[in-house]
């Protein structure tokens, strides 16, 4: 499976972005997709993830309210509908997926990524 993720950019607080993630390959293995981030200096994070069948999502509490995972099956793809910008949001952005069903929120159980895309929060 190969993720390509796109739609990162410079934001000002309070603002908004879309993030999409497009998968290819041998999609039919992706059970579970999700987001991470990474700001300077800091450790790769769960942010937010999905299911591919029932759509059940899972968000880490730093950004419940804010953010919203979706996905289109048709197309392989999912989103991460950031609004209200913080500046500690500020992170490259890493989709991933796994090829078993079921959330984690550690990155370790994640077997495919993205090259991450720059979010940055001016404020």
């Known amino acids: 499976v190969q993720l390509q993720a796109s739609g990162g950019g410079l934001v000002q607080a309070g603002g908004s972005l879309r993030l999409s993630c497009a998968a290819s390959g041998r999609t039919f293995s992706t059970y579970h997709m999700g987001w991470f981030r990474q700001g300077p200096g800091k450790e790769r994070v769960f942010v937010a993830s999905i299911s591919r069948s029932a759509g059940a999502t899972y968000y880490a509490d730093s950004v419940k309210g804010r953010f919203t995972i979706s996905r289109d099956n048709a197309k392989n793809t999912w989103y991460l509908q950031m609004n209200s910008l913080k500046p500690e949001d500020t992170a490259v952005y890493y989709c991933?997926?796994?090829?078993?069903?079921?959330?984690?929120?550690?990155?370790?159980?994640?077997?495919?990524w993205g090259q991450g895309t720059e979010v940055t929060v001016s404020s």
């Open positions: 991933a997926s796994r090829s078993v069903s079921g959330n984690s929120y550690y990155s370790g159980d994640y077997g495919f």
